[in-house]
């Protein structure tokens, strides 16, 4: 068995590669600079994760979400995968903490928001720091083409400049091939080794409705899935909380998700969700981006997407 198998028994277990991972894998363990598009659910994660517990130095991974974060971060360190997060919602004792450990090379990889890289000071620290790779997750938010355009994605070619010879990963979910163009030149790595795999899941079915009774639909579908979570998207906030509010008139468990609230509160209730404590959340689209939960049954747009995408 080779030492990638080997690795992915045991911090994974897994016996083999899904489809199209191993070349990816293979490709970072060789410092190419690498752009990946993968479906959700693909194991875009593990691409990354994998070579970065194997590589020797600390792996940055820059993440839109502290959501996001926070549950890849749980997830690896259940794995006995030394990680952390960096980012606005620690004290400023557990930031130098985190800090402190980082310079000293205590993990293999560290989350942070793509803000972070244009402070100074932090990329100071990362000069210090013996880094294997910079991993670029929800590349689409640095595409002006793409849906979730984020102007902070836009620096970091800049940022890292100051840090010369970086593999740089990025990884997506979806990109039509110019936003794809428009991400890998953004970044500065017009070159790199390109793994493009589609969107399509074929265990997903996508259904349009039209109705004028959007809560009473909803209990339908709620009532009808006996078993599995469920995710309700909003356009706004304060159809978050219209939405939740209604539909807790029926007695159902259900807790609303969105920037507006308290971060600490935020992290309870996905916390919750993700332990099944929960069973289903209302939300605008800062819920639930990357994910792992394997039982949602349901996800519900009430308000038109900005796209199909």
């Known amino acids: 068995m080779s030492d990638l198998k080997l690795h992915l028994k045991q911090y994974f277990n897994y016996d083999d590669f899904r489809d199209g991972q191993e070349e990816i894998v293979k490709s ?30 600390t792996a940055i991974v820059i993440s839109p979400l502290i959501a996001l974060m926070k549950d890849q971060v ?31 090379g205590e993990y293999k990889l560290i989350y942070v928001a793509p803000e972070r890289l244009e402070s100074k000071l932090f990329i100071d620290l990362l000069k210090n720091i013996k880094i294997s790779f910079v991993a670029v997750d929800e590349a689409h938010c640095i595409s002006e083409w793409g849906h979730d355009f984020r102007p902070s994605y836009l620096q970091i070619a800049d940022s890292l400049k100051a840090i010369p010879n970086l593999p740089i990963i990025a990884l997506t979910a979806t990109a039509t091939p110019d936003v794809q163009d428009d991400i890998v030149n953004s970044l500065g790595i017009p070159d790199c080794s390109r793994f493009i795999r589609g969107f399509d899941r074929s265990n997903l079915r996508y259904q349009c409705e039209k109705t004028d009774k959007k809560i009473e639909r909803i209990v339908e579908i709620i009532k009808e899935s006996k078993s599995g979570s469920i995710i309700i998207y909003c356009g706004s906030r304060k159809r978050v909380e219209f939405f939740a509010e209604a539909l807790r008139d029926f007695k159902f468990k259900i807790e609303p998700y969105h920037a507006g609230m308290n971060s600490l509160v935020r992290t309870a209730v996905q916390d919750r969700f993700i332990k099944d404590k929960t069973r289903i959340i209302v939300a605008t689209n800062a819920f639930g981006m990357g994910i792992d939960k394997p039982d949602v049954r349901h996800v519900i747009h009430v308000d038109l997407p900005a796209s199909l995408e």
């Open 74 to 104: 749980d997830s690896l360190l259940k794995r006995k995968i030394s990680a952390t997060m960096i980012n606005s919602s620690l004290s400023n004792e557990e930031l130098k903490s985190r800090l402190n450990a980082a310079a000293n």
């Open 28 to 57: 970072i363990m060789n410092l190419n600079h690498t752009f990946v598009v993968m479906p959700t659910g693909g194991g875009k994660s593990l691409c990354y994760q994998l070579p970065a517990i194997m590589l020797d130095g």
